[in-house]
């Protein structure tokens, strides 16, 4: 099983980027999808994640900007991020529980850079 991600980039304070990450292999079921961002200095900290049933969970300092989604058909999820603040520049990374041939199991994909310039 592979993580995917794409979408980051630089942007200027209140523009929007849209970060996708979609899951390959041999894949049973995809529990929980999300993000979570680490910036310099600081620890992987969870930004939003939706389960498969589509419940959301933000941490605070997102909620109301990022809209987390998912297509279970596709097996993605995506994060829309609005109003960016350049305290929201970090590395992404994208995170799935997924249910495969060895189990259920925490996977992450390679981190994508978000830059929010003031």
């Known amino acids: 099983v592979q993580l995917q991600a794409s979408g980051g980039g630089l942007v200027q304070a209140g523009g929007s980027l849209t970060l996708s990450c979609a899951a390959s292999g041999t894949i049973f079921k995809i529990n929980r999808m999300g993000w979570y961002r680490q910036a310099p200095g600081e620890q992987r900290e969870l930004a939003a994640t939706?389960?498969?049933?589509?419940?959301?969970v933000y941490t605070d300092s997102v909620k109301g900007r990022f809209i987390v989604s998912r297509d279970n058909g596709k097996n993605t999820v995506l994060l829309q991020m609005n109003s960016l603040k350049p305290e929201d520049t970090a590395v992404y990374y994208c995170h799935a529980v997924i249910a495969g041939p060895t189990g259920v199991q925490n996977y992450w994909g390679q981190g994508t850079q978000v830059t929010v310039s003031s």
């Open positions: 939706i389960s498969g049933g589509g419940s959301t």
